[in-house]
Structures are given as structure tokens and as C-alpha cells.
């Protein structure tokens, strides 16, 4: 099993950025397909991007393409998502998660993290 901590999430700016950081527990991190997803106050829980077990691959929601961007370090256990170019509605909780299946395959992420705030407001 893994388990995952997010952390990184905050109050910011229309305009601004975040770096969510998504720790994991246990020493096979590398063989996790690693996911965010978020919802929003009174929406279904979304996927946001992806990446593969290596990172060498990644996938993302037309809503974030070119202004997030995920990425891990397998050597700290760690996977991140950098947002850029923040708007209000992309404000929600953003959840990390990992699947030993296929990392596109959206309903195969077994594991979450407990969620971080992201609020973008002026």
C-alpha cells in the first residue's frame, strides 16, 4: 500500500501560482501511475493531469493544459503540480492520487491523499 500527504495549497491571486507537493509513503513509489484530481464546492471530483510511473509521460485536462504542469521525483517520493496562471475556477480541493493500473485509466486510482485548499480569488 501507499500512503499520500498533500500539502502546498493556499489563498492566491487570479493570475498567480501554486506548487502542490503530494508525499509518499513506502519504497515502491516508482511503480505508481500518479494522478490530481479536484472538486469543487458542490461539483463531482475531477481528474486534472497524470503522469506515468517514470514521469516520462503525462496527460492533462483540456481546462489546465499549458497552464499546469505535473511532475515527480522517484528518488524523493514525491510528485508535484505546478499552477500557473491561476483563475477562480480552478478554486477546489485537489486531491493526489496513485494506481498500479494503467495511470490513464482514470477509475483504477485506489489511493488518495486527504486533499489540499486551492482558493483563487482578488
Known amino acids: 500500500q501507499v500512503q499520500l500527504v498533500e500539502s502546498g495549497g493556499g489563498l492566491v491571486q487570479p493570475g498567480g501560482s501554486l506548487r502542490l507537493s503530494c508525499a509518499a509513503s513506502g519504497r515502491t513509489f516508482s511503480s505508481y501511475g500518479m494522478g490530481w484530481f479536484r472538486q469543487a464546492p458542490g461539483k463531482e471530483r475531477v481528474f486534472v493531469a497524470a503522469a506515468s510511473r517514470s514521469g516520462g509521460s503525462t496527460y492533462y485536462a483540456d481546462s489546465v493544459k499549458g497552464r499546469f504542469t505535473i511532475s515527480r521525483d522517484n528518488t524523493k517520493n514525491t510528485v508535484y503540480l505546478q499552477m500557473n496562471s491561476l483563475k477562480p475556477e480552478d478554486t477546489a480541493v485537489y486531491y493526489c492520487?496513485?494506481?498500479?493500473?494503467?495511470?490513464?485509466?482514470?477509475?483504477?486510482?485506489?489511493?488518495w491523499g486527504q486533499g489540499t485548499q486551492v482558493t483563487v480569488s482578488s
Open positions: 492520487a496513485a494506481t498500479t493500473g494503467y495511470y490513464l485509466n482514470f477509475q483504477g486510482y485506489g489511493y
